[in-house]
């Protein structure tokens, strides 16, 4: 692996949230499904050292793909320079978007060669399981999706155009509006008898005269206070 400085800060963070996504047991698999189908017997420990070391060179994936697909890489270095075994990792690369696997499922060499991403090389590898399980040979991982393409006839279609859209206009109200309810109303005051502007009552005992009696000096008084009319 190349001698580079080890990472600090924010590139060390982002480092160890890539490499906790490797799970052993997921590489001891695909290692396994390597060791099967190019027929060679090697340790197949899924701890991150073995995994890289196993395929850094890049023979082993090429060997997989010829044996997906026949001579799809015509020549493999074995052995060589820093350089040609690199080369080996973009050989397998390139045969896998030949094999049908999405640019976007790929890793970068230096994933492998400088073991920055071991995860997505597994990945990577899992597609190409995949894909091959897609064309009925064997594989490994979750069986691809199958196209369901359907085919409508002219009527249908033109069966389509007649439906007409409902169009609800709605208020953008919450799905569980606020209950609003309503404030207390303040406490009445006690009613109370207002000041009579009358006379009391009489006792039921007293006779007319008594009346008389009672209310004749206020009568008279009015009588005599009232202004004197002009005559005429």
């Known amino acids: 692996m190349a001698n580079r400085a ?5 590139a060390a963070q982002e480092r160890h949230k890539v490499l ?13 499904y390597l060791r099967y189908m190019i027929g ?16 850094r060179n890049g023979v082993k994936l090429c060997q997989l793909m010829n044996a997906l697909q026949p001579n799809i890489i015509r020549k493999i270095n074995i052995q060589g320079s820093d350089f040609k075994l690199m080369e080996n990792i973009g ?20 994933d492998l060669w400088e073991g920055r991403n071991p995860h997505q090389v597994m990945c990577t590898i899992v597609a190409v399981g995949r ?5 009925g040979l064997p594989g490994i991982g979750p069986k691809e999706a199958q196209e369901n393409k359907r085919e409508f006839t002219e009527e249908q279609l033109r069966a389509g155009d007649t439906v ?35 006379s009391p009552p009489l006792p039921s005992s007293f006779s007319a005269p008594h009346i008389l009696f009672l209310y004749l000096p206020q009568v008279f008084r009015q009588a005599t206070t009232r202004a004197p009319t002009n005559p005429a």
Do not use: C, W
């Open 131 to 135: 894909k091959a399980m897609s064309k």
């Open 164 to 198: 007409i859209g409902i169009v609800r206009v709605l208020p953008l109200l919450p799905s569980n509006p606020p209950r609003i309810l309503p404030l207390p109303s303040p406490p009445l005051p006690p009613l109370r008898s207002l000041p009579s502007t009358s």
């Open 91 to 110: 050989q397998f690369t390139t045969a896998a978007i030949k094999f049908g696997v999405e640019n976007n499922e790929l890793f970068q060499t230096v």
């Open 40 to 55: 060679e017997d090697f340790d197949t420990n899924g701890n991150m050292d073995n995994f890289i070391r196993q395929l």
């Open 6 to 10: 080890s990472p600090s800060g924010i």
């Open 20 to 32: 906790s996504k490797y799970k052993e047991e997921d590489s001891h698999h695909v290692l396994e």
